[in-house]
């Protein structure tokens, strides 16, 4: 079967039943109390979702499988003479729940090259579009595209056992995760380099082969694709893009229809876009202030004139965290190691000395602090990666990992259709004015 597979069903059977015990035992247990302001807005904070391989820690920010990204970054397995981890160790640790060696990533890096021929109906269906279709469109049409090379429908159309679910989902998230660089690198060579295209590199790594595939040979642009696709893999399971994956497939929509709607939802503006918006908030600073590199004391000025104006400075601020993001910091560490005298990457850093103390005066800001998207722009422009509208294919490729090991845990899990009940607002008045019943009492 494969060594991670025969892993992962021992894994997932193991937890399987220990879930049935807890649920026969604790079941009926209250985990918590929902508000009126949070069923009305977007259900912020309610617990609902059980994601295996990643939390969000108000103070240590995201752990997978129980990992800092500080402890990731100095336990996941290297490339060979790099220093940053391989996403594929993140992905075998997230789907096995054990940290991999060399050699468990190494199998994980082989099998995906193995699969990551990608069919010409493919090339053909991003073709087909206008070159000025935004490439997350583009992205979406070819994974899409790719859905006919599924397992899972036709083996369920055979009539599949529940128990065996898990199977075919995991090998169509192998092959969309195999093949996932090579349709982001096509639609970027396609739209913004005259289509003048660049074949993998089966000697390379999946992050490695992808920045190859975009066109950067230097050395640490591979190790930056390396960190950027480990640091963005996973976030939960209650963000939009990895939820709406999880609810897809709920209804056993196969993985490239789930993984499909999910990038959908990353694509809108308030997920997925925010490092786009971070460089372009600087850069209308730059302008502003006639400089490209502002002083703090300019920043403070521009900042206090961004926020007088009702607007927000964008990359600062998060749901759940309460201090600096570590994705952050880990960007951070990796400009001070690569480009330290960066005047874009410097005002970053500057930025994030005076802004947070700014944030803390208002009071209305429990998270004042940078999350992950406050650096990630500044470092691919550095790279002459200026094609903004792109960030969030990068973004989507990375989230693949997270979200595709999700759903295998769900499938082998048997996790239900998710169908969440809701109220009308009238049912509201009724139940405010003590006519009606509407929390199920």
């Given amino acids: 079967m494969g060594i991670m597979k025969d892993r992962f069903l021992e894994k997932s059977t193991t937890l399987s039943a220990e879930i049935k015990e807890i649920l026969k035992e604790h079941g009926n247990k209250v985990v918590g109390e929902v508000t009126l302001s949070q069923v009305y807005q977007g259900m912020r904070g309610i617990t609902g979702l059980v994601t295996e391989t990643s939390l969000l820690d108000a103070q240590e920010g995201i752990r997978f499988r129980g990992y800092s990204i500080p402890e990731l970054q100095a336990k996941l397995p290297k490339a060979p003479g790099g220093s940053e981890p391989l996403p594929?160790?993140?992905?075998?640790?997230?789907?096995?729940?054990?940290?991999?060696?060399?050699?468990?990533?190494?199998?994980?890096?082989?099998?995906?090259?193995?699969?990551?021929?990608?069919?010409?109906?493919?090339?053909?269906?991003?073709?087909?579009?206008?070159?000025?279709?935004?490439?997350?469109?583009?992205?979406?049409?070819?994974?899409?595209?790719?859905?006919?090379?599924?397992?899972?429908?036709?083996?369920?159309?055979?009539?599949?056992?529940?128990?065996?679910?898990?199977?075919?989902?995991?090998?169509?998230?192998?092959?969309?995760?195999?093949?996932?660089?090579?349709?982001?690198?096509?639609?970027?060579?396609?739209?913004?380099?005259?289509?003048?295209?660049?074949?993998?590199?089966?000697?390379?790594?999946?992050?490695?082969?992808?920045?190859?595939?975009?066109?950067?040979?230097?050395?640490?642009?591979?190790?930056?694709?390396?960190?950027?696709?480990?640091?963005?893999?996973?976030?939960?399971?209650?963000?939009?893009?990895?939820?709406?994956?999880?609810?897809?497939?709920?209804?056993?929509?196969?993985?490239?229809?789930?993984?499909?709607?999910?990038?959908?939802?990353?694509?809108?503006?308030?997920?997925?876009?925010?490092?786009?918006?971070?460089?372009?908030?600087?850069?209308?600073?730059?302008?502003?202030?006639?400089?490209?590199?502002?002083?703090k004391e300019q920043i403070v000025d521009y900042v206090k004139s961004t926020l007088n104006s009702g607007k927000v400075v964008p990359g600062y601020g998060h749901a759940v965290l309460r201090k600096t993001d570590p994705r952050f910091t880990a960007q951070m560490e990796f400009g001070k190691k690569h480009m330290p005298d960066d005047k874009l990457v410097n005002t970053v850093w500057n930025i994030y000395e005076v802004v947070p103390p700014i944030l803390q005066q208002l009071g209305k800001i429990k998270n004042p602090w940078p999350n992950v998207d406050a650096h990630s722009g500044a470092l691919l422009v550095h790279y002459g990666m200026v094609e903004y509208e792109f960030y969030t294919v990068l973004f989507a490729v990375s989230r693949a990992l997270g979200v595709l090991a999700s759903l295998c845990w769900d499938r082998a899990l048997g996790f239900s259709i998710e169908r969440p009940k809701s109220i009308t607002t009238d049912a509201v008045k009724k139940w405010l004015d003590g006519k009606e019943q509407i929390w199920g009492e």
Avoid: C
């Avoid at 109906?121 to 579009?129: G, K, Y």
């Avoid at 790719?146 to 092959?175: A, C, H, M």
């Avoid at 490695?208 to 480990?230: C, I, P, Q, V």
């Fill in 88 to 295: 594929e160790g993140l992905f075998y640790l997230m789907m096995i729940g054990e940290l991999p060696t060399e050699e468990d990533a190494n199998h994980v890096t082989n099998v995906l090259q193995r699969r990551s021929h990608v069919p010409s109906h493919v090339f053909e269906a991003i073709d087909a579009l206008p070159l000025n279709t935004h490439p997350m469109t583009m992205f979406v049409v070819g994974v899409m595209a790719l859905q006919t090379e599924n397992y899972f429908q036709k083996r369920y159309s055979e009539g599949i056992n529940k128990k065996d679910y898990w199977l075919p989902v995991f090998d169509d998230s192998i092959v969309l995760l195999s093949r996932l660089p090579r349709i982001a690198a096509y639609i970027y060579r396609r739209k913004y380099k005259n289509g003048d295209h660049i074949q993998p590199n089966g000697l390379l790594d999946w992050a490695g082969n992808f920045a190859h595939m975009l066109g950067y040979g230097d050395e640490s642009f591979k190790e930056l694709m390396r960190l950027y696709m480990t640091i963005h893999a996973d976030h939960e399971g209650g963000n939009v893009s990895a939820h709406t994956t999880h609810l897809v497939g709920s209804a056993l929509s196969d993985p490239y229809l789930a993984y499909a709607a999910g990038m959908n939802g990353l694509a809108g503006p308030l997920h997925g876009l925010a490092n786009q918006e971070v460089v372009k908030w600087i850069f209308e600073m730059q302008k502003e202030l006639n400089t490209d590199a502002p002083t």
